[in-house]
């Protein structure tokens, strides 16, 4: 027996994924060249799964801030937030993200990952309740876990199916806290957002909204979903995390709830965290900046987004229910997925493979990110290179009639675009 016999499933599974030309799961990139493209094994590809939804991680007034805080500061600060590892532009950092969202408090944490784990753990312990959304991520999911809170599901994006939990609970000691998000990390589809706040209003509950994949991309100033549908006075916490829109690593929670700095001293994940080094605090804050003063970076994606979407619909992929930066194309199983995965890549065109248990109602799907620095030309060609290589494989007929259909699943359903086979 061994210790890792528990993971025979898993290991089979990752063994088959090893026995291709390439893994999708173990990629290394050998040079960055830009937000959108690189070079993997001395073939020149197109990046279209990366996150780098604004494509500032060449920015040079975000790489010029973080040269200049190594310099100040060193390389990081070896001590977390609530021994040595504060400095200055954390705060500043704090203070910016406050100010951006209009709210009193705000807190920095390591990652995106963690934020949720410090959040949602501390904010609901034993005696209280989280009502999560089916789709969250595992974040959400992991956070929920470690407070000890009772934990719910409702259906994904389904209000009355939430009103329904919360009902069962009127009455039930202790605070009730709904948790969803802005763009679920793998339809990209967003939450309905002001029929769920109906709903928590009604029932006394508290909001935390992940604004992960959704700041930059949504709302009047790249807020999030919160502030696309103006309800933003409505959700208690914010959280989001500064490794998409933003170009770095970390995350943070935003909040007007008096009391929120005890959080401090009361969240393990971030009391026992070593902080995040000044050079990525540094270029935050810059990319903060640049979120907030190129409004045209925001309206880019979301012409991209756009784009890739629709020619994907017309060349029959059956897709996500929405186009924003995330665009999923759903594939018939987990063979489909990594075989046409395979065949991109080796035309030039980097892609993400999504296969469950990370995937909501065991959908496998090839999953991308558009950024706001792809050009036409490289959408365009992206979009080529899916007609071909689904052809190729078998995955598309060469002619096809547009349609929407439904996925049914146990979790409810989901529409998704698509086209149906003509003749």
């Known amino acids: 027996m061994s210790l890792f016999d528990k993971f025979a499933p898993l290991t089979a599974g990752y063994r088959k994924l090893e026995g291709r030309k390439v893994n999708p799961f173990n990629i290394a990139f050998d040079v960055i060249l830009s937000p959108t493209e690189a070079m993997l094994k001395d073939r020149h590809v197109l990046l279209l799964g990366t996150n780098n939804y604004l494509g500032l991680t060449h920015d040079?007034?975000?790489?010029?801030?973080?040269?200049?805080?190594?310099?100040?500061?060193?390389?990081?600060?070896?001590?977390?937030?609530?021994?040595?590892?504060?400095?200055?532009?954390?705060?500043q950092l704090e203070r910016a993200l406050a100010e951006f969202y209009g709210r009193k408090y705000a807190m920095v944490f390591s990652t995106g990952y963690q934020a949720n784990l410090g959040i949602l753990s501390t904010i609901a312990g034993k005696n209280?309740?989280?009502?999560?959304?089916?789709?969250?991520?595992?974040?959400?999911?992991?956070?929920?876990?470690?407070?000890?809170?009772?934990?719910?599901?409702?259906?994904?994006?389904?209000?009355?199916?939430?009103?329904?939990?919360?009902?069962?609970?009127?009455?039930?000691?202790?605070?009730?806290?709904?948790?969803?998000?802005?763009?679920?990390?793998?339809?990209?589809?967003?939450?309905?957002?002001?029929?769920?706040?109906?709903?928590?209003?009604?029932?006394?509950?508290?909001?935390?909204?992940?604004?992960?994949?959704?700041?930059?991309?949504?709302?009047?100033?790249?807020?999030?979903?919160?502030?696309?549908?103006?309800?933003?006075?409505?959700?208690?916490?914010?959280?989001?995390t500064f490794s998409k829109s933003l170009g770095g690593v970390g995350g943070f929670c935003v909040s007007?709830?008096?009391?929120?700095?005890?959080?401090?001293?009361?969240?393990?994940?971030?009391?026992?965290?070593?902080s995040l080094p000044p050079s990525v605090?540094?270029?935050?804050?810059?990319?903060?900046?640049?979120?907030?003063?190129?409004?045209?970076?925001?309206?880019?994606?979301?012409?991209?987004s756009k784009r890739l979407y629709s020619g994907l619909v017309d060349l029959g992929f059956y897709l996500g229910p929405q186009p924003n930066p995330i665009v999923s194309a759903i594939m018939p199983d987990a063979e489909t997925a990594c075989a046409l995965w395979t065949t991109l890549l080796q035309a030039g065109l980097y892609t993400n493979v999504s296969l469950p248990p990370a995937t909501p109602r065991g959908l496998a799907l090839l999953r991308m990110s558009v950024s706001a620095v792809h050009t036409y030309q490289q959408i365009d060609h992206a979009i080529a290179l899916f007609a071909q290589a689904g052809r190729a494989i078998g995955l598309i007929p060469r002619a096809r009639a547009r349609r929407r259909a439904t996925y049914a699943s146990p979790g409810g359903e989901t529409t998704i675009a698509g086209d149906e086979a003509q003749g």
């Open 60 to 91: 040079p007034a975000v790489i010029a801030e973080a040269i200049e805080a190594i310099r100040s500061f060193g390389t990081g600060t070896t001590g977390s937030r609530i021994a040595n590892g504060s400095y200055d532009c954390h705060r």
């Open 128 to 240: 209280d309740h989280l009502i999560v959304d089916a789709d969250s991520h595992a974040s959400i999911y992991d956070g929920s876990r470690l407070g000890h809170a009772q934990v719910t599901r409702f259906r994904h994006n389904d209000p009355d199916d939430l009103a329904r939990r919360l009902r069962r609970l009127a009455g039930v000691p202790g605070d009730k806290v709904v948790v969803v998000e802005g763009i679920y990390s793998m339809l990209g589809d967003t939450a309905p957002l002001r029929d769920l706040v109906e709903v928590k209003r009604e029932w006394g509950a508290y909001l935390v909204i992940d604004e992960a994949h959704s700041l930059g991309v949504l709302g009047a100033t790249g807020r999030g979903l919160a502030e696309a549908e103006h309800v933003e006075a409505e959700v208690d916490f914010i959280v989001g």
């Open 256 to 274: 007007d709830l008096d009391g929120f700095e005890i959080l401090r001293v009361a969240s393990r994940p971030y009391m026992f965290t070593a």
């Open 281 to 304: 605090i540094s270029a935050t804050t810059a990319a903060l900046h640049q979120l907030r003063s190129r409004p045209a970076l925001r309206h880019q994606l979301t012409e991209n």
